[in-house]
């Protein structure tokens, strides 16, 4: 019967729909928000722990985000009793370890027992080794062991990433023996999208989709409706690799196993997406020069972090000075030269940077490799450096021109915009994947190197082009 038939009268009624405001779809209202503050200024638990009471653990997180340090502190301390383990796994880095900081090791182990195994050993891991043994010694025997094995698989590896807690079934059963075990067995996942098919070794043979075991009749055997082709992720396999796989076979989950190839874990597409965003944000920060950096770190943390690499822009524009320095001759001969001195070299690091910023992203999303594309990518590169260069040469060299009544002045600021427009598509495509190739990451060090090639030969053409044609 459809749903029109249900209704009286055989009516069909229209679903109610209300207009939302695009940011209520998530996170935590500014009204919210500022009726948190009041109820905190005030003292009101109550009111503090209504309030936060509907929303869902990632909102909490943001909430907490937005409240000021004496705010989060005393927010922290009323609902303590009542706030869930998920929101902490959810908060920032730096906000984390504030929270964590603030429990005993008999409240921290509760919080790591309540999360499923990749989120609580993620919290662990950035304990220092008295405090992380201190909270491992107060969680049970069964949980303690499997968190112990997650810490031991390298930083950043599919070992970290995945979850302790899946479904595996024997290869002889049938579909009704691993429905019954499904409805019987009281430690599940709370979610889960796959059941494992495994061998009497413990490896994994193939896998079924729920939705394929509840469509199928109860007597039908496993092997028979099981996927064979499974992707296998080894423990050590690195994060950013896992990704890859997962956007490359548009997966959902994928099993983990040891190095005997048994079944030891699994790693869900919620879990992926962190990386992704975590890789896609640390290339950025990489590019740019900021480095790992926080916004809730304290001023002198992100100021340290971000000397470092003002240190190596100096060094840069010392290199620049020394060029420019062996052209004070001329120079003084056309002051002009020093107005329009700057420009071959910012158009040539605009336009390097972003011919690193798309090989980067390439690099990381295996679009091209160091052996492969290569060729066809520099010299596009180069074709659309040309391009760009012939058209920004003919503006540039014809304001020249006109502003200081000099044409060859105008031809030659045109010819050092081709020479360093075309070098920064060549070098912001070389650079990034020779460090590659050498085993660099080419998001840290590919914009500093390209920047104090485009300044330098941007200097040089542009001074050295003047030195030989201005009469």
Known sequence: MSPAENQPNGVERAPIVETVDEEELYGPSQELLQNVKAA??????????????????????????????????????????????????????????????????????EVVSELDSDDAVEILENLDEERQQQVLDVIP?????ALEEGLTF????????????????PLHWNVGQAIDYLRNTQDLPD????????????????????????RSPRDANLSDIMETEVRLVPADMDQEAVAYMFRQYALISAPVVDTGGKLIG???????????????????????????????????????????WLVVTL?????????????????????????????TA??????????????????????????SNVWRIISKELLVGFMNACIFAAILGTLGALWFGHIELGF????????????????????????????????????????????????????????????
């Not at 290339?283 to 340290?304: E, Q, R």
């Open 346 to 371: 910012a158009m040539g690091g605009n336009a390097g940077v972003q011919v690193i910023t798309v090989t980067v992203r390439a690099l990381a999303t295996k679009e091209i490799t160091a052996n």
């Open 315 to 343: 060094i840069n524009t010392l290199i620049a000075s020394v060029v420019i320095s062996r052209f004070e001759g001329t120079i003084g001969q056309y002051p002009s030269l020093a107005v329009l001195m700057p420009i």
């Open 40 to 109: 905190l200024q005030e003292a009101d638990i109550p009111q503090v722990e209504a309030l936060i009471e509907p929303l869902h653990p990632a909102d909490v997180a943001d909430l907490i985000e937005h409240l000021g340090p004496e705010e989060r502190r005393l927010f922290l301390e009323i609902t303590k009793h009542v706030i869930e383990a998920e929101t902490i796994s959810h908060l920032e880095d730096t906000l984390r370890e504030e929270v964590v900081d603030q429990m005993r090791p008999e409240e921290l182990a």
């Open 191 to 214: 979610d889960f999208y796959s059941l494992y098919v495994v061998d009497r070794l413990n490896k994994p043979v193939g896998s079924v989709a729920l939705s394929r075991a509840i």
């Open 412 to 471: 030659v600021l045109g010819g050092a915009m081709i020479f360093n427009m075309v070098w920064a598509g060549f070098a912001g495509t070389v650079i990034p994947l020779a460090m590659d190739r050498l085993g660099f990451d080419p998001a840290t060090g590919a914009g500093p190197f390209l920047t104090t090639t485009t300044d330098c030969l941007g200097f040089f053409s542009f001074l050295g082009l003047a030195t030989l044609f201005l009469r």
């Open 266 to 308: 699994v790693v869900t597409v919620d879990d992926v997406v962190r990386v992704i965003d975590e890789e896609a944000e640390e290339d950025l920060l990489n590019i740019v020069g900021v480095g790992d950096t926080d916004f809730h770190d304290p001023a002198h943390k992100t100021a340290f972090r971000r000397i470092q």
């Open 154 to 169: 390298p930083e950043d590896s599919a070992g970290r990433l995945m979850q302790r807690e899946l479904v595996a079934v």
């Open 141 to 145: 025997q069964e949980d303690r062991a």
